[in-house]
Every structure is written in C-alpha cells, then in structure tokens.
C-alpha cells in the first residue's frame, strides 16, 4: 500500500537559519512526489513536485527538495527561513501506474520559524 | 498559473439544511476534479474524485448520498451535502487537475459549520 510519513509534527527554527522538513514514503515503482503548503483557513499551494531527472527540484518561495531514491525520502528545504514560512506543509505522493491521478498525502508538519 | 475558485468560503447553517459547494478551474479544462475533507489538525482525506460527464467515483467509507457530487464541465465541479448534520462541520477542499504531468490545484476551501 501507498503511503507518505512526515515524522515531525512540528519543526522550529529560527529566523535566517536552514530549515528541513522531513518526508519519506513507500510505493510500488516509482513515485511522483510533491509539497504543498497551507496557511490558516486556506487551501494548499503547490511548491514543487519530482517527476523525472535531477534530483534536486528548485520550487516557489526559495524551497527545494531532494528526491533520494536509496532513502526512499523527499525532505523539503529552504536555505534560509523567512518568519512568513510559518506554516502547514504536506508531502504527497502518486504511483505512476495509478490512472486515477490521486494524491497520497502525509500527516503535515508545522513549520515555525521565529524572528 | 492556474487558479481554482471554491465557493462559499463559509457556511454556517442549520441542521437538516443541504449545503452546494462550486468548485471553478478559473483558466484551464479541469479532466479531474477531487474532494477532500479536512478535520482540525490533520491531514487532507481524499472523499471522491471525479471526471466530466461520469459518475464520482467515492472512497471507501464515504456516503455517495450523503455527499453528492456532480462534475457538469471542465470547469465546474459541485459537491452537495445533503441533510446536513452538526457531524458534517469541517473543511471541505476541492482541486482540480489538467491534463499531463501538471500538479493538482487546490481551491482555498469552505468551512462548513452545521448548527
């Protein structure tokens, strides 16, 4: 079965330091991966996704993610965080095979980033 | 980029009442559309996707009568909660997906309050 972990419920950090947010998954074959974010009553904002190639996908906002095949994981990363980063981000994942197109999304992680 | 447009933003009514949620890709066809519902503090919970011109195609676990859902378009897809009950608050997401590799869009949600 599909499935994405995100094993921090909460990650802080400082203001102008580096931020990880951590995501692993399983699926059969290989995955689409994704990160979406969402601020208090909103919906989600992609930030970037892995189809295919480099492993290191540039995003919105200054973020990045590596996809690391061996680890199984796609952890998110900024270099330097901003107090607006402050919010809720979800890792996703879809199966290639999967003609349904839908999106497995893991439990979320808060980011606090204070000043 | 593209842009999708869920409305109402809030409902709050009483119960007993049916309550329909639009969800617009704003500019571009949208093949799929998808459900989802959100409780506080966690995770999105994917309720039904659906293709236009056919039938929703609903989770396991989720009340196809209860929760109607009609994709008329390429652009419009409505979920209709029927008889709504005070068990039914929560936040109701929609997204929508073109066609290739593009990522979902999300729509900014309705927070549904059933008194």
């Known amino acids: 079965a599909q499935s994405v972990a995100q094993p921090e419920d909460q990650v802080n950090v400082a203001e102008g330091n580096p931020l990880t947010v951590k995501c692993t998954y399983s699926?059969?074959?290989?995955?689409?991966l994704f990160w979406y974010v969402q601020y208090p009553n909103r919906g989600l904002q992609f930030l970037l996704k892995?189809?295919?190639?480099?492993?290191l996908v540039k995003g919105s906002y200054g973020f990045e993610a590596e996809f690391n095949k061996s680890q199984t994981s796609f952890h998110l990363k900024k270099p330097s965080a901003l107090v607006s980063d402050s919010a809720l981000y979800f890792c996703a994942v879809r199966d290639r095979m999967d003609s349904s197109y839908k999106l497995i999304f893991g439990s979320g992680t808060r980011l606090l980033v204070r000043p | 980029g593209a842009v999708v447009s869920q409305h109402p933003s809030w409902v709050i009514c009483k119960s007993g009442t049916s309550v329909k949620i639009e969800c617009r890709s704003l500019?571009?066809?949208?093949?799929?559309m998808f459900w989802y519902r959100q409780f506080p503090k966690q995770s999105l919970m994917l309720m039904a996707t659906s293709n236009e011109g056919s039938k929703a195609t609903y989770e396991q676990g989720v009340e196809k009568d209860k929760f109607l859902i009609n994709h008329a378009s390429l652009t419009l897809s409505t979920l209709t909660v029927t008889s709504a009950h005070p068990e039914d608050s929560s936040f109701y997401i929609c997204s929508a997906r073109e066609t290739g590799l593009q990522p979902q869009h999300f729509g900014d949600g309705t927070r549904l309050s059933i008194l």
């Open positions: 500019d571009f066809q949208a093949t799929t």
């Open positions: 892995y189809i295919t190639g480099d492993n």
């Open positions: 699926v059969s074959g290989n995955p689409y």
